[in-house]
C-alpha cells in the first residue's frame, strides 16, 4: 500500500539556520507533491507545489526538491525565524484513483532564538 | 482570501448522536473535502464532492455520510458517534481537481464521550 513517511519527532533548530525536512514515499509514484504549515489548533495552508518533471522550486526563503529516484522531497527553510515555527505536511497527489492528495503525518519545526 | 468556515472549533457529544458539522466556502469552488487528522495518522480522507448534489468515499467512510445541496456548503454527518470518531475533522475546498491547492477551514474538534 502506499506509504509516506515524515519524521514523527520534531526538528530543533537555532535561528538562522537553515532547516530541512524529509519527505519519503513507497508504493506510489505521483504526478506531484505539495507541502503545506500547519500552526496548532489551525488547518493547514498551503506553501509550494512541485510536479514530477521539476527538480526543484523556490519561494522567498523556501527551497523544495523532487526526486522520483530516490522516491524523496526535502523541504528547506533558509535563515529560519522563530515564526516558522510550526508543523509541516507534505502530500502526494496525480496518478492514483480520483486524483486525491495524501498527506503525510507532518514533522514539527520548532526554531529557537 | 478564500475563507472556508467551519461551524464549530469544539464539539463535544454522547456515544449515538447524530452529529452535523458544517463548512462553508465563499469562493465558488467546485470541490469540497472532509478529513480527520489523528496524531501519527496524519490527515485521512473520508468524503469529497465535485458538484452539487454529488459525492464520492475517500479513504475512510465507514460510519459518515455527508450532504452537499447547495455548492458552497458541505455537511459531514455522523449518523451514531461513537467514541473512535473523537477527532479533528477539516473541511477544505478547491477550484479543479486536486492538483490545485487546497483551502483548509480551521477544523473542529470533535469529542464523543
Known amino acids: 500500500s502506499q506509504k509516506i513517511e515524515q519524521n514523527s519527532e520534531a526538528l530543533n533548530i537555532q535561528e538562522g539556520k537553515t532547516a530541512t525536512l524529509t519527505c519519503n514515499y513507497t508504493?506510489?509514484?505521483?504526478?506531484?507533491l505539495q507541502w503545506y504549515r500547519q500552526d496548532p489548533g489551525r488547518g493547514p495552508v498551503f506553501l509550494l507545489l512541485?510536479?514530477?518533471?521539476?527538480k526543484e522550486k523556490r519561494k522567498e526563503r523556501l527551497k523544495v526538491t523532487f526526486d522520483t529516484t530516490l522516491k524523496q522531497s526535502l523541504f528547506h527553510i533558509t535563515a529560519s525565524q522563530p515564526a516558522d515555527s510550526a508543523t509541516y505536511l507534505c502530500?502526494?497527489?496525480?496518478?492514483?484513483?480520483?486524483?486525491?492528495?495524501?498527506f503525510g503525518g507532518g514533522t514539527r519545526l520548532m526554531v529557537k532564538p | 482570501d478564500v475563507k472556508v468556515t467551519q461551524s464549530s472549533r469544539y464539539l463535544v457529544k454522547r456515544t449515538g448522536e447524530k452529529v452535523f458539522l458544517e463548512c462553508v466556502q465563499d469562493?465558488?469552488?467546485?470541490?469540497m473535502f472532509w478529513y480527520r487528522q489523528d496524531p501519527g495518522l496524519g490527515l485521512r480522507l473520508i468524503y469529497f464532492?465535485?458538484?452539487?448534489?454529488?459525492?464520492e468515499k475517500g479513504d475512510i467512510p465507514e460510519g459518515y455520510s455527508v450532504s452537499r445541496e447547495k455548492k458552497e456548503r458541505f455537511s459531514l454527518i455522523l449518523e451514531s458517534a461513537s467514541t473512535n470518531q473523537t477527532s479533528m475533522y477539516l473541511c477544505?475546498?478547491?477550484?479543479?481537481?486536486?492538483?490545485?491547492?487546497?483551502?483548509f477551514g480551521s477544523g473542529t474538534q470533535l469529542s464523543v464521550l
Open positions: 477544505a475546498s478547491s477550484i479543479q481537481g486536486a492538483r490545485e491547492k487546497l483551502f
Open positions: 508504493n506510489y509514484s505521483p504526478a506531484y
Open positions: 512541485i510536479r514530477e518533471n521539476e
Open positions: 502530500a502526494l497527489g496525480g496518478n492514483n484513483a480520483g486524483n486525491m492528495l495524501t
Open positions: 469562493m465558488d469552488h467546485e470541490n
Open positions: 464532492s465535485y458538484d452539487v448534489k454529488m459525492k
